[in-house]
């Protein structure tokens, strides 16, 4: 079992940042992939990025436009969400999660994942 715990959502203006972190316990060393997802009222929950357990390559919604970063501290086993020039369409609830499975090579839908977080509220006002 692995243990998700995000923290670092709250209300931002337009145009400010924001970094999630996301804490795993548990069976990490199981762990082939990390992601970020967001849900926002009345949407399906849509892929904001992921990055690999080992190698830390990372892959990226078309909507970050380099406007996101994702990053990792296997010591702390600890996945960050770096998020600047917020604008208030990325408003949703971040959720955190954590795929045990092998062979995926985008690790981009939430079927491919096990575990997640209870979910931190963004807000981004305008």
């Known amino acids: 079992q692995v243990q998700l715990v995000e923290s670092g959502g709250g209300l931002v203006q337009a145009g400010g940042s924001l970094r999630l972190s996301c804490a795993a316990s548990?069976?990490?060393?199981?762990?082939?992939?990390m992601g970020w997802f967001r849900q926002a009222p009345g949407k399906e929950r849509e892929f904001v990025a992921r990055i690999r357990w080992s190698g830390g390559s990372t892959y990226y919604a078309n909507f970050v436009k380099g406007r996101f970063t994702i990053s990792r501290d296997n010591a702390k086993n600890t996945v960050y969400l770096q998020m600047n020039s917020l604008n208030t369409e990325d408003t949703a609830v971040y959720y955190c999660a954590a795929s045990t499975r092998s062979g995926f090579y985008y690790y981009n839908a939430p079927m491919m994942y096990d575990y997640w977080g209870q979910g931190t509220q963004v807000t981004v006002s305008s």
């Open positions: 548990g069976g990490t060393s199981s762990t082939y992939a």
